[in-house]
């Protein structure tokens, strides 16, 4: 993005206007076209998607109702929550309360800068990269604690810990899974870990080395419990805490904590899919730039959005595990993986400096065997499941 | 009109003006809250000085960890509002003849210090040399840092284990 700023005032388009002052209206530019084309549209869909997903995982039909199949749902929603009166509890703390939706939006928003949708399309592709997402979504941690206490009530307090704590925990083996690709990559930059895949799956870092295959799945994992989500939801979770750090909210601040939420789902997927997946490599097929950038940008996106879809999965598959669970799993299990990991691939990288072919094409194949055994696995429950109605696409 | 001047004292006024807000707030809670400014506007302190790493790390580090223990031990303590902070021991006199001191001296080393003033600031990657010289140059107290955290951390172990005991 910014070569393409650059090479407008080449062009002579900002003649004799102060360059600070067009690099710093670019930068509002880029914010508000990423905000309103790109994240609030995908947090809205995503929103219907899920629930029409879970639905029919549970053998229900979900929102259909707006819109061919539903699919505005997530307008109406938006509207609804825009009009509804902006209700402040009078024992809340009004400052901090009506502050927390805002943090927890920022930190979130703010991880878009250093997606990378293409080779070009990235707002700015900074040297530390995955240092500066993985420092920027800690924002969201004091958002939550903020809307936890602010609100004075028992289950909102209960809820911010459990969340704060949660957050806190797993994002040690979540940094350590992605130390293992910095390893690999021998950068942090986003787009470098990008060209330093390839386009077909064997030169992804995902087949790498053993290491790294478990470091992925590790660190989806560690991300899910990062994004508060089912199976890892025990800071809202309904049967305990109400909505947890959620409960006083309505309205327009409540909807802020749920598009952080949604939205998140993609930056995981977006996050594995840079680091693990290769990002936007796709086979040399044009030299058009324009058409490979849409080419990439559409690779990219199906490769992120396949995770939120595996989450949405995830989310209404698995039950919700205990506190104790949740923190044994994490400090006995997975920091202890993610050290191995991390060693592992830095032992590999001594022994094998520019990477084993063989071994990457060797993981590649084990990979799509557990694919294979997988598959098989969900055709078989289906077909033993008698599927009319989950699998009649228009009802 | 230039603006980064203006980013620069926005960000300045917001590193101090957060720092006052943690010295003078009232409620605890607030003054543990404002610390995210601090550390923030600390952060772009050392995006201005071309210090990319560290102040990924600052973020990193102050708000993620340091901030988020700071708040838990806030929320986690009981009554921690109501508690009478005022020492009253020691009278408001003998505070003001040390502060006087302290002052003094603070501004005694600043006016004596030989401030190198950078001629230009270099925005170029800083992670690689940061690396090198920690592993060469800086080996030992790298090493030193590293065996205090454990020290801590093991610590940490030892109290938590003894609460459990009893």
């Known amino acids: 993005m910014q070569q393409l700023l650059n090479q407008l005032i080449q062009e002579g388009y900002f003649h004799g206007a102060p360059m600070e002052l067009v690099y710093a209206g670019f930068m509002l530019l880029a914010a508000f076209v990423v905000l309103s084309f790109f994240v609030a549209p995908l947090a809205g869909i995503t929103s219907w998607l899920e629930r029409r997903v879970w639905a029919r ?112 925990s797993y994002e040690i083996p979540a940094g350590l899974s992605l130390l293992t690709i910095v390893f690999a990559a021998g950068t942090m930059s986003m787009q470098g870990i990008i060209t330093a895949q390839g386009w077909a799956p064997w030169n992804w870092f995902l087949f790498y080395n053993p290491f790294t295959f478990v470091a992925f799945f590790l660190y989806f994992t560690a991300a899910l ?39 998140n789902l993609y930056v995981i997927g977006a996050i594995a899919t840079t680091l693990f997946l290769g990002g936007w490599q796709i086979p040399p097929v044009t030299d058009h730039p324009i058409l490979a950038g849409v080419l990439q940008f559409i690779v990219f996106f199906l490769k992120a959005y396949l995770w939120v879809f595996v989450a949405m999965w995830v989310r209404g598959t ?76 228009y009802i | ?76 303590t009981h009554r921690i509002a109501d508690v009478q902070i005022t020492n009253r021991s020691v009278g408001r006199i003998p505070a003001l003849v040390v502060i006087g001191i302290f002052i003094f001296l603070l501004i005694q080393s600043i006016r004596e210090t030989p401030w190198a003033k950078a001629k230009e600031i270099v925005y170029a990657p800083t992670t690689t040399i940061i690396g090198e010289w920690f592993l060469e140059r800086y080996l030992l107290p790298f090493e030193l840092a590293s065996v205090v955290l454990l020290a801590a951390l093991i610590g940490a172990v030892v109290l938590a284990r003894k609460e459990t005991r009893e």
């Open chain 2, 1 to 76: 009109m230039q603006l980064s001047p203006v980013i620069f004292y926005l960000i300045a006024a917001l590193t101090v003006g957060s720092a006052a807000m943690v010295a003078f707030s009232r409620n605890i809670v607030y003054s543990a809250f404002s610390l995210l400014g601090t550390f923030g506007g600390v952060a772009g302190i050392y995006v201005f000085l071309g210090a990319d790493f560290v102040a990924g790390v600052q973020v990193l580090i102050y708000v993620g960890g340091i901030l988020v223990l700071i708040l838990f031990a806030v929320m986690l």
């Open chain 1, 57 to 168: 995982i549970q053998s229900r039909v979900g929102p259909n109702r707006v819109g061919p199949q539903g699919i505005l749902q997530w307008l109406a929603d938006g509207i609804k929550n825009l009009l509804k009166e902006d209700i402040i509890p009078t024992a809340a703390d009004r400052r901090l309360f009506a502050l927390a939706p805002y943090v927890v939006f920022a930190g979130f928003f703010a991880t878009f800068v250093v997606i990378p949708f293409g080779s070009q399309l990235i707002v700015a592709d900074l040297n530390i990269g995955i240092l500066y997402l993985l420092a920027i979504t800690s924002l969201v941690v004091v958002g939550i604690l903020m809307a936890g206490w602010s609100s004075n009530n028992k289950w909102s307090l209960l809820g911010g810990m459990r969340s704060a704590a949660q957050i806190v």
């Open chain 1, 225 to 263: 419990a990062e994004g508060n989500r089912t199976p890892f939801d025990i800071p809202e979770a309904e049967s305990e805490l109400v909505a947890g750090y959620v409960t006083e909210y309505s309205g327009m601040r409540f909807l802020f904590f749920f598009f952080a939420e949604w939205g």
């Open chain 1, 318 to 393: 698995l039950p919700r595990v205990r506190v104790d669970q949740l923190m044994s799993l994490c400090w006995k299990y997975m920091v202890p993986l993610a050290f191995i990991c991390l060693l592992g691939t830095a032992a590999w990288m001594v022994i094998w400096p520019q990477g084993n072919r063989l071994a990457s094409f060797f993981m590649f194949l084990i990979g799509l065997g557990i694919l294979g055994l997988f598959l098989k696995r969900v055709s078989f429950q289906i077909r033993h499941a008698r599927p009319v109605l989950y699998l009649k696409p």
